[in-house]
Every structure is written in C-alpha cells, then in structure tokens.
C-alpha cells in the first residue's frame, strides 16, 4: 500500500484544517489506518486510528474532542478534520495502515507515506 497525505498548509491558532490521507494500492486485509505527526526535533507520534471495515475510532488524549478522522473505504480515503488547533499542533503530518489489532494503538502500523506539513501560528 503505497499511502500520501494532503492538505497541509499555515493556519492561526484556532482555525481547522482537513487532511487527506490517499490509499493506492491492495488495501484489501487493512484493519485501521493511523494518523501520526512529527514535531520539529521530537519523535513521530500516533495520535488517531480508524477501523477499516467498522470505523471504530481512537484518539489520544491530546487530540481528543478537537480532532476527528474518518474514511471513505470507496476512495480509499481517510480523512483528519482538526478543530481548534494550536501552535503545539504543528508538524509533519502522515498516515499509516496496519493489518491487525494490537492492545497498544500506537505499534503495528507500516507503509508510512509522505507527510505534510501543518503550521499553526499563534
């Protein structure tokens, strides 16, 4: 699966952003797809999953209540609208696919795909 993400761009603290997440490729057998970002000089860190097939989401705490992902399994297509966002948000967004569960949500995921970069101005 060969995955890239779209939508990017530099935003005040406050606004929403959408990002895509494009699928090309044999997503048949996918359980979820993942949302991580990259902070300048931090490590690359999960912050949302959805279930391929049920749509079941996860969140983490930082992310959870301004963020939403979603899919359309027919575009092969997973979305992450985010809502109030803040400077701390910023980064290289991108996305992921992993094939099974996994009692942590942010381990088994591969085929990373080019990220892009959101910027939140204060």
């Known amino acids: 699966v060969q995955l890239q993400a779209f939508g990017g761009g530099l935003v005040q603290a406050g606004d929403s952003l959408t990002l895509s997440c494009a699928a090309a490729?044999?997503?048949?057998?996918?359980?979820?797809m993942g949302w991580f970002r990259q902070a300048p000089g931090k490590d690359r860190e999960f912050i949302a999953r959805?279930?391929?097939?049920?749509?079941?989401?996860y969140y983490v705490d930082s992310v959870k209540g301004r963020f939403t992902i979603s899919k359309d399994n027919r575009a092969n297509t997973v979305y992450l609208q985010m809502n109030g966002l803040k400077p701390e948000d910023r980064g290289v967004y991108s996305c992921?696919?992993?094939?099974?569960?996994?009692?942590?949500?942010?381990?088994?995921?591969?085929?990373w795909g080019q990220g892009t970069l959101v910027t939140v101005s204060s």
């Open positions: 992921a696919h992993k094939l099974t569960w996994t009692a942590d949500e942010s381990v088994g995921y591969t085929s």
């Open positions: 490729g044999r997503t048949l057998g996918t359980y979820g």
């Open positions: 959805i279930s391929w097939n049920a749509g079941n989401t």
